[in-house]
């Protein structure tokens, strides 16, 4: 059975009260719950963690490399400047995935451009919980873990 890590980045534990009209009302445990639910459909094995700290996310991303066959990143504010989060997903060498809650081009100037989607597989922004749920599919299909049609 293929392993994903998830890594939701900073403040993402404050979902479902940190402005909602940008982030939704669902809470982080919502969230990793639906990925447990859909992993399991999916006939992945899923671990998740949380972290506000990027040295944090930078030692899941190199333990990651030893212990999972792809990774779903949310670094939050980090993907607009952490050249440190980058190289570890580059050198981590896993197939990864970015995601955001929110649509990262329809927001503030600075939050439009991301450092670390260029050395990952692709980019799901602006679904809300169903960016994490169409990252695990992408995951799933690159494994050839998908379930047939």
């Excluded at 930078?58 to 333990?63: F, G, R, T, Y």
Aim: contains cysteine.
């Amino acid at each position: 059975m293929a392993k994903v890590i998830v890594i939701h980045g900073p403040n993402l534990n404050m979902l479902g009260l940190r402005e909602p009209e940008i982030y939704g009302i669902n809470t982080l445990k919502e969230i990793n719950e639906r990925l447990l639910e859909e992993a399991n459909r999916l006939g992945l094995d899923i671990e998740t963690f949380q972290t506000n700290g990027e040295g944090e996310i930078i030692d899941l991303i190199q333990s990651a490399r030893q212990s999972s066959d792809a990774l779903i990143l949310n670094p939050g504010a980090y993907s607009h400047y952490s050249l440190a989060i980058r190289d570890a997903v580059s050198a981590a060498g896993l197939p990864t995935i970015e995601v955001h809650l929110s649509n990262i081009y329809s927001r503030e100037r600075f939050r439009r451009k991301s450092v670390i989607a260029g050395v990952c597989l692709g980019q799901i922004t602006g679904f809300g919980i169903d960016s994490y749920i169409l990252a695990l599919h992408a995951v799933s299909r690159l494994l050839g873990q998908a379930p047939p049609r």
